[in-house]
């Protein structure tokens, strides 16, 4: 795992975003001064432990057993 896609997880457990409220792409890259581009390039990486919420409202939060079983 390359150090960005640590920091992303790490980011998101510090937020613990939710499927009922991600964490925007354009604000978790501010937070770890990256282009969005290429944050939800890594992202394609966390399949499977980051999920995605697509849409206006869309983002992302950080899978667990409870929210991968609703959604």
């Known amino acids: 795992m390359k150090a960005i896609q640590s920091e992303i997880i790490r980011v ?29 390039l890594q992202m394609a990486f966390l399949k499977g432990i980051v999920g995605v919420r697509r849409g206006k409202r869309g983002g992302y939060y950080l899978l667990t057993k409870d929210n991968i079983s609703n959604h």
């Open 12 to 40: 998101l457990k510090d937020e613990n975003p939710t499927y009922a409220h991600p964490i925007k792409s354009c604000d978790l890259a501010k937070r770890l001064r990256v282009d969005p581009s290429y944050l939800r």
